[in-house]
T-cell receptor, first 110, second 112 residues
């Protein structure tokens, strides 16, 4: 099935560093969603984007809907230990079904 | 506010056994979904129900059946479990079909 290309697959960062991850698609999307999944739990919505070029923040998190409608990025500023987890992007096209990225695993270096 | 509740949390089955995964939401959402999550593959849609009384196949429906019992409940049934169905299963709901999804905490299924 169709998947988004989400990168990187994993990131090892120091506490306090900024983090950036992105998703790209060959298809145009009308919606981009960013979720975070903690171990043993379901994904939780972080940010929803509905318009090309839209830039939205949620605390230390900022996400943008790419102007071509084929990509999106998520930035986390000044990372803290509770930021560890798996981050997923999801895009929605004209048939309203969500297409999911494979996830970016964020790990804090000790 | 419970949100989306899935039962059981864990299950081990032998090949050929059957079971039903239960899901209920208390947000008065119209749409409900079943996904499976396998390492490195993100989330894959098994079945969804856009509204009470309707169900449709997703990306990986083979080996599964679903029932939208009422607006609150959407169950997933494995009639004859296979090792390839070892996975984590997530139920989700959304208010309207273009709204973000809200997920339960998953059922971890192992088929031996």
């Amino acid at each position: 099935g169709q998947q988004l290309n989400q990168s990187p697959q994993s990131m090892f960062i120091q506490e306090g560093e900024d983090v950036s991850m992105n998703c790209t698609s060959s298809s145009i999307f009308n919606t981009w969603l960013w979720y975070k999944q903690d171990p043993g739990e379901g994904p939780v919505l972080l940010i929803a984007l509905y318009k090309a070029g839209e830039l939205t923040s949620n605390g230390r998190l900022t996400a943008q809907f790419g102007i071509t409608r084929k990509d999106s990025f998520l930035n986390i500023s000044a990372s803290i230990p509770s930021d560890v987890g798996i981050y997923f992007c999801a895009g929605r096209g004209g048939n309203y079904q969500l297409i999911w990225g494979a996830g970016t695993k964020l790990i804090i270096k000790p | 506010n419970a949100g989306v509740t899935q039962t059981p949390k864990f299950q081990v089955l032998k090949t050929g056994q059957s079971m039903t995964l239960q899901c209920a939401q208390d947000m008065n959402h119209n749409s409900m979904y079943w996904y499976r999550q396998d390492p490195g593959m993100g989330l894959r849609l098994i079945y969804y129900s856009a509204s009470e009384g309707t169900t449709d196949k997703g990306e990986v429906p083979n080996g599964y059946n679903v029932s939208r019992l009422n607006k609150r409940e959407f169950s997933l049934r494995l009639e004859s479990a296979a090792p390839s169905q070892t996975s984590v299963y997530f139920c989700a709901s959304s208010g309207e079909k273009y709204s973000p999804l809200h997920f339960g905490n998953g059922t971890r299924l192992t088929v031996t």
